[in-house]
């Protein structure tokens, strides 16, 4: 039988990664509250904060009744520009800020991952790795910025952008796994699966025989 895999995000680029990887998938968010994790741990760097958050996510969902007997997989994602940290911008403004700052520029992208296992009879293992990529953003115009964020698409994106929908027009190339751009690595959670007991393959959703 093919294991039981939560996704703790209510992400649909990370639905749509898994389900083109061929991995069935439900999903149940957390509702974890982001800057009190953070506030918790004090100041830590964009790459740790990816990973801090994955794990957050991850464990508050495995402690859910109808989390138990499957595998886990939190995902956080935190752009680093400058030095400083960008998360999801939420305002308009502050958006048209951060892209008129990143234009013509390149940043890395951080993308936490975090696996528990509660299966019964499974491994119990809980485990985290971060994938990251450098993202080279071509030259926008003024108007091009304002255009973009008016889409709406860049205020709930960590960093202010997506390669996966308007903002790849904008990319002009990425340094590093993509998969981890668009907000969960495939090949980052192969990584994870055998501290479970797993291959990747054990996710495949395989259709029935003839």
Request: hydrophobic residues 45%.
């Amino acid at each position: 039988m093919t294991p039981r895999l939560i996704l703790a995000s209510k992400s649909p680029a990370r639905t749509k990664l898994l389900t083109e990887a061929g991995i069935g998938h439900t999903v149940l968010v957390s509702h974890v509250d982001e800057p009190a994790v953070v506030a918790r741990y004090g100041e830590l760097d964009p790459h740790d904060t990816a990973l801090l958050l994955a794990r957050a996510k991850a464990e508050a969902v495995a402690a859910l009744d109808d989390a138990a007997d499957a595998l886990v997989l939190g995902c956080d994602s935190v752009f680093e520009f400058d030095g400083e940290a960008h998360g999801k911008p939420y305002e308009p403004a502050v958006a048209v800020e951060r892209i008129s700052r990143m234009r013509g520029n390149s940043g890395v992208l951080h993308t936490g991952h975090w696996l528990v296992d509660t299966r019964d009879g499974g491994s119990g293992a809980t485990i985290g790795a971060v994938s990251s990529a450098t993202v080279h953003f071509g030259t926008m115009t003024d108007a091009e910025v304002r255009a973009y964020v008016a889409t709406g698409e860049p205020l709930h994106c960590a960093g202010s952008f997506t390669i996966d929908g308007f903002g790849g027009a904008f990319v002009e190339r990425v340094d590093g796994d993509p998969h981890a751009v668009v907000g969960l690595s495939i090949s980052t959670l192969r990584g994870l699966l055998p501290s479970a007991g797993l291959q990747l393959t054990d996710l495949w959703e395989r259709p029935a025989a003839l």
